[in-house]
């Protein structure tokens, strides 16, 4: 039951990380759909079973961490062990061998409060 609860955040993450891609830049990368599907999952964890106590400032940057710390994990083996250069952040300050950056940690920050929403009512729905 575990299992096929955490299936959906997976698929949802998978296709809307995917979608928001081809928005932004015009295309996507299998291997960042996949890594979607795992950050949203991670997120509905963080988000459905946060103590109550703890402030959503925290789980919002929780939240960034998580996806910024995938994003290092997949960019590390992606774009530098398979030289598949799917992203290059270089060009940006504060980045840290062009695979994540302040500015896009940031922006993971401020995505986590629809993350959050989505997540909640997600959770809401499965539990009925």
């Known amino acids: 039951m575990k299992l096929a609860r955490l299936c959906i955040p997976f698929f949802l993450g998978y296709f809307l990380y995917a979608m928001i891609e081809i928005v932004a830049r ?3 990368h299998w291997t960042m759909a996949l890594t979607g599907g795992l950050v949203l999952t991670m997120l509905f964890q963080l988000f459905t079973g946060a103590p109550s106590k703890m402030p959503v400032s925290l789980q919002y940057l929780l939240g ?3 996806i910024t710390a995938a994003e290092l ?3 590390l083996w992606v ?3 398979m030289q598949w250069d799917v992203w290059d952040y270089s060009d940006l ?3 840290f061998h062009g695979q994540i950056s302040l500015l896009y940690s940031v922006f993971w920050f401020f ?3 629809p993350a ?3 997540c909640l009512k997600l959770n809401a729905y499965l539990s009925t």
């Open 26 to 28: 015009g295309y996507t």
């Open 64 to 66: 960034a961490i998580i």
């Open 73 to 75: 994990l997949v960019g």
């Open 79 to 81: 774009n530098r062990r």
């Open 93 to 95: 300050p504060l980045n």
């Open 111 to 113: 995505l986590c409060v």
């Open 116 to 118: 959050r929403i989505v």
